[in-house]
T-cell receptor
Framework: DQQVKQNSPSLSVQEGRISILNCDYTNSMFDYFLWYKKYPAEGPTFLISISSIKDKNEDGRFTVFLNKSAKHLSLHIVPSQPGDSAVYFCAASGSARQLTFGSGTQLTVLP | DAGVIQSPRHEVTEMGQEVTLRCKPISGHNSLFWYRQTMMRGLELLIYFNNNVPIDDSGMPEDRFSAKMPNASFSTLKIQPSEPRDSAVYFC?????????????FGSGTRLTVV
């Protein structure tokens, strides 16, 4: 059973608009959450993370929001750029310090 | 630093053949992970080493899969015999003490095709 779920396999957004990628988790023991970005023929690269003691973390155009009561996190990209087109993976970590990944969301930013 | 290095980048093999994937982690990292990416299941953790010792191999699909880490700078993932359903992209990642705060560093992956 999947402990980290990304229910939208794809998302298309117009350049300049906001992209919102969503992720749900089931394990209440997760205490760190991360987003990775993956381009074709490359490995995933770390984008941004958030600790369970926070509800928001911002880094430039990227903001991650965490709603612990709903076991939900989201990644906002504002403004979206064509170079942001990639697969985005949500990941979570608990006491074992291993990352559990979601299945990914393909973001396409249209010029 | 050259990052995590995986070889080969692409591998095409016939069903029943042995396949060996290789990984060189970042120097100084003491945790190494093998992941498999498929369309259906996304990124699945296969096995995790810490200080060259396998810690969790519960993700290894079956006895056909085996992984070794003979030293801190090298790991292999072997599939014998290979089957078409093993076709996927296999990633190696490394980190210091498995610290998830800053994430893992992934290699570029090996795309395996079993025909």
């Amino acid at each position: 059973d999947q402990q980290v779920k990304q229910n939208s396999p794809s998302l298309s957004v117009q350049e300049g608009r906001i992209s919102i990628l969503n992720c749900d988790y089931t394990n209440s023991m997760f205490d760190y959450f991360l987003w990775y970005k993956k381009y074709p023929a490359e490995g995933p690269t770390f984008l941004i993370s958030i600790s369970s003691i926070k509800d928001k973390n911002e880094d430039g155009r990227f903001t991650v929001f965490l709603n612990k009561s709903a076991k939900h996190l989201s990644l906002h990209i504002v403004p979206s750029q064509p170079g942001d087109s990639a697969v985005y993976f949500c990941a979570a970590s608990g006491s074992a310090r291993q990352l559990t990944f979601g299945s990914g969301t393909q973001l396409t930013v249209l010029p | 630093d050259a990052g995590v290095i995986q070889s080969p980048r692409h591998e095409v093999t016939e069903m029943g053949q042995e396949v060996t994937l290789r990984c060189k982690p970042i120097s100084g990292h003491n945790s190494l992970f093998w992941y498999r990416q498929t369309m259906m299941r996304g990124l699945e953790l296969l096995i995790y080493f810490n200080n060259n010792v396998p810690i969790d191999d519960s993700g290894m699909p079956e006895d056909r899969f085996s992984a070794k880490m003979p030293n801190a700078s090298f790991s292999t993932l072997k599939i014998q015999p290979s089957e078409p359903r093993d076709s996927a992209v296999y990633f190696c990642a490394s980190s210091y003490d498995g610290v998830a705060v800053y994430g893992y560093t992934f290699g570029s992956g090996t795309r395996l095709t079993v025909v």
